[in-house]
Each structure stands twice: as C-alpha cells, then as structure tokens.
C-alpha cells in the first residue's frame, strides 16, 4: 500500500469549510484513496472514496489531483461534531481481504 | 450505530490471565475484522476472518488467537496477558460498496486494562 502523509492537526471554525489534505505521491495506478475518521475512543467511521474523480457524498467531497499524488477530503460545513481524527488511507481492494492500514491521521479540531 | 456489536465495552484483568471479546457483524457481513488501538502503536489490523475462515494476518501475536462461528459471530482470545497489551480492541465487518469501494463498518470497541 503507497505510503500516506497528512498534517499532525489542523483546527477550523464552525461552520466554515474544513479542507485536510493528504500527500500520496507514490499512489500506483490502481489504488484507490479511502478517508475514515475516528471521534474519540470511537470506532472509525468510512466517509468516502475514489480513484482518480473527485466524489461527493452527504457526508464530504474528496478531491484528488490529476496526477493522483495528492487528495483533499472537504467537509463544507464543519460541526463541533466533526472534531476526529481523520485518516487517508491509500491501497488496493484486493479480493476477499480489506484490512485497512491506518497511519497517524490529522487531529481536526472544530472551534466554536 | 454501525450494527456491529462488542462485549464486553470494558474489561479490567491481570497480567497472565486470559479474556475473551466477542463480536457480532452486521447483518449479512460474511468478514469480520480486528483491530488494536494502544496509545504508542495507534490502530493496527490483527486478524480477519471470512465466512469462518481465516483470511488475512496482520501483527497479531502467537498468545491471541481469533475464530468465527457458523453464525459468523468472532471471538478474540487474549492469553498470557501483559501490561502492553492493554488497548481498544475493535471489531469490523465489511460491504463491498460497487466495484472499488470497501466500506468497514466498526464496532464500538473493548477498552481492555492489564493490571
């Protein structure tokens, strides 16, 4: 799986848009960029992914660079709910096996 | 609420013993996976299990040992425990979303405690 870098943390303001960005620039051609977040001491929760277009979903949109070396998960309306550790995850979906190979992720804090 | 289930959420024990967590998939979800979260190590895959067979290792130790049942439920089993081993302990099933997506699906966690 290509090695992922993002930012130790981040913080926005409420309500403003939250862009994280995520530096994978030895991403192959079929690897696919994965985002999940973990709010504290919680599961991690999926919020999206794509290979090479950039995806929207109720949840954020993942914008990803024409040369697929690096993405950006926005989430247009930041809550104090989206405060997460947020992870960018980059890798194959091989048959039968999807164990996800997390790295340290952004600390996102939301700030009223 | 993912839909995955895990027993107990806490579990306070002594070095040397040995305890076992428990997890119950979505619906329908033929995978389940495990996962550590200790505060150096951060989240790392150990085992994943598909349709009762083993599918994928990652950095488990030869003292756990996992299995799933034919009602697809999973057992983690933690031996001869040491202080390093207290963490979170989560479990995850899959769907598969379209051609290219997994979408993994977390439990709520074990928060085990060596003593």
């Known amino acids: 799986d290509a090695k992922t870098t993002q930012p130790p943390s981040m913080d926005c303001a409420e309500g403003r848009a939250a862009n994280l960005p995520c530096n994978h620039s030895?991403?192959?051609?079929?690897?696919?960029v994965y985002w999940y977040r973990q709010i504290h001491s919680q599961g991690p929760q999926y919020i999206i992914h794509?290979?090479?277009n950039n995806e929207t979903n109720e949840m954020a949109s993942l914008i990803i660079t024409e040369d697929r070396k690096s993405s950006t998960l926005i989430l247009p309306h930041a809550t104090l709910r989206d405060t997460a550790v947020y992870y960018c995850?980059?890798?194959?979906?091989?048959?039968?096996?999807?164990?996800?190979?997390f790295g340290k992720g952004t600390k996102l804090s939301v700030i009223p | 609420d993912s839909g995955v289930t895990q027993t107990p959420k806490h579990l306070i024990t002594a070095t040397g013993q040995r305890v076992t967590l428990r997890c119950s998939p979505r619906?329908?979800?033929?995978?389940v996976y495990w996962y550590q979260q200790s505060l150096d190590q951060g989240l790392q895959f150990l085992i994943q299990?598909?349709?009762?067979?083993?599918?994928a290792k990652g950095n488990i130790l030869e003292r756990f040992s996992a299995q799933q049942f034919p009602d697809l439920h999973s057992e983690l089993n933690l031996s001869s425990l040491e202080l390093g081993d207290s963490a979170l302990y989560f479990c995850?099933?899959?769907?598969?979303?379209?051609?290219?997506?997994?979408?993994?699906?977390f439990g709520p966690g074990t928060r085990l405690t060596v003593l």
């Open positions: 995850a099933s899959s769907v598969r979303t379209g051609l290219s997506g997994i979408e993994q699906f």
């Open positions: 030895t991403i192959s051609g079929n690897e696919y």
């Open positions: 794509g290979l090479k």
């Open positions: 995850i980059v890798r194959v979906p091989e048959a039968g096996s999807y164990q996800l190979t």
């Open positions: 619906s329908g979800d033929l995978s």
């Open positions: 299990y598909y349709n009762g067979e083993e599918r």
